[in-house]
Every structure is written in C-alpha cells, then in structure tokens.
C-alpha cells in the first residue's frame, strides 16, 4: 500500500542533490538573515519590498525599506554591481519578492529570496522593530 507521498518515487539522490543545492543559490532563511545580523556577519543588504506603511509598522532591524515600485537602476546606483541583496516581503502568501528578484536580476543584480518573510521571521521568534512612534 502506497501513501500520496510515496506514489510519485522520489528523485534520484543525484537529482535531489542537484536541486536542493540550486535552491540555496535563490534562497536563505530567517534564521541564516538573523544570525548574519546579530554577529555582524551582514555581507547583503536586505530589502523589505512591502510597502512604506508596512515597513513602519514592523520591518526587520537594518532593512531597508525598498517597494517594488521604486526599484530601477537609478534607485540601486549607490550599490556597487555585485552587492547581493536579500528580498522579504509579508510571507508565504506574497509574490513581491518574486518580482522584486526577477527585476533585481534583469538588471543584473545578485539576489536571493528571505523564504518565509515577516511571517517567518516571526514565526522563529525574532522581532520587529516599528517606526510608529506610541
């Protein structure tokens, strides 16, 4: 007997290892971001491409509020060409980091996406920092 898991066989260890090896040259995680901040290990800069509200309501320490909107090569001038930027937006449930990334790229940007966003970064226990003053 066979479970929806199984019925389709899993890759090849080659082709697993091909893959999951990929996936790390588009992706990092909240905790990776969250180590590399806190040991001043920061090598990236790191966008938040919610929009502005959003980002003074919460947004992660040392990001950079930078909506998709505003991104054009003019707006990245002061960045050399090979600085890597790392994308987020709310979650999961948002694709801004998809286009954020695919503009990032056609202008011939390092990039890799935060997986998770804010909801991950909270999800792992990590906090915000707010510009909304009480």
Not at 74 to 95: E, I, K, R, S
Request: proline letters at 4%.
């Amino acid at each position: 007997m066979t479970s929806a898991v199984s019925r389709v066989q899993a890759a090849a260890s080659a082709d697993a290892l091909a893959h999951f090896e990929a996936l790390m040259k588009f992706e990092t995680d909240c905790w990776d971001v969250h180590h590399a901040i806190s040991n001043d290990r920061r090598d990236f800069v790191l966008l938040d491409v919610r929009s502005a509200d959003h980002y003074r309501q919460g947004h992660i320490d040392q990001a950079i509020s930078f909506p998709y909107p505003q991104l054009n090569q003019q707006n990245l001038a002061d960045y050399p060409l090979d600085t890597l930027f790392v994308v987020y937006c709310a979650g999961p449930h948002c694709n801004a980091t998809e286009k954020v990334a695919i503009r990032l790229a056609k202008l011939g940007r390092p990039v890799k996406k935060m997986i998770g966003g804010v909801t991950g970064w909270i999800d792992e226990g990590f906090e915000l920092i707010s510009d909304v003053q009480d």
